[in-house]
């Protein structure tokens, strides 16, 4: 159970493209989703928060205008980079949690590898 | 603020013998403690977890943990190590009293088995 789904797993695309990633809970429902970046050989940065029906949360330093976050139902929150740029280029997690309760484990997706040319 | 701290970018331990890999965290409540584990282009996979209770926390693919709250460590063990436990491990806490809010990683740790 707790299976979260993240499409594509791999994007490579031209300097200047909008790319859309997906995350799905497929077996459960998922008021709360987050997005994580991570760059080699590093730690996750959380970049924002995404509550199904309303405006994501980012944290400082994250441009709201370049990653877009829309969590329009309760398995679905979609990350869109918006004119990426090789800056851009990482592997992007995705994570739910299950339910409201603090004691739970988030559960993560396969991640997205992002490559800008 | 809660923080957590893995003084070790590297483990590196043979085949069979025990693995430890360290974790200490600080927060002001009391802290929801976890491991995750990530192989390489892929997401991170739970591995156990401490709430209350047992200080020694059994979890996926016969990993233990002791919460140590005197040291305020979680550190991750098992008795025997497998080349197939080679992976990154990130240690990760959330406070109590802090609501539903996103874990707290630490930068993780690479452990290599050698063969």
């Known amino acids: 159970g707790a299976v979260v789904s993240q499409h594509p797993s791999w994007v490579i695309c031209k300097s200047g493209t909008s790319v859309k990633i997906e995350c799905r809970s497929l077996d459960f429902q998922a008021t709360t989703m987050f997005w994580y970046r991570q760059f080699p050989k590093q730690s996750l940065m959380l970049m924002a928060t995404?509550?199904?029906?309303?405006?994501?949360?980012?944290e400082q330093g994250v441009e709201k205008d370049k990653f877009l976050i829309n969590h329009a139902s309760l398995t679905l929150s979609t990350l869109t980079v918006t004119s990426a740029h090789p800056e851009d280029s990482s592997f992007y997690i995705c994570?739910?949690?299950?339910?409201?309760?603090?004691?739970?484990?988030?559960?993560f997706g396969d991640g997205t590898r992002l490559s800008i040319l | 603020a809660q923080s957590v701290a893995q003084p070790e970018d590297q483990v590196n331990v043979a085949e069979g013998n025990p693995l430890t890999v360290k974790c200490t965290y600080s927060?002001?409540?009391?802290?929801?403690l976890f491991w995750y584990v990530q192989y390489p282009n892929r997401g991170l996979q739970f591995l156990l977890k401490?709430?209350?209770?047992?200080?020694l926390v059994k979890g996926s693919y016969g990993f233990e943990a002791e919460f140590n709250k005197s040291q305020t460590s979680f550190h991750l063990k098992k008795p025997s190590a497998l080349v197939s436990d080679s992976a990154l491990y990130f240690c990760?806490?959330?406070?109590?009293?802090?609501?539903?809010?996103?874990?707290?990683f630490g930068k993780g740790t690479r452990l290599s088995v050698i063969a």
């Open positions: 401490y709430i209350t209770g047992d200080n």
């Open positions: 995404s509550n199904e029906g309303s405006k994501a949360t980012y």
């Open positions: 927060v002001s409540g009391n802290p929801y």
């Open positions: 994570s739910a949690n299950t339910g409201t309760e603090i004691d739970q484990p988030q559960h």
């Open positions: 990760a806490v959330r406070d109590a009293r802090s609501g539903n809010t996103p874990l707290v």
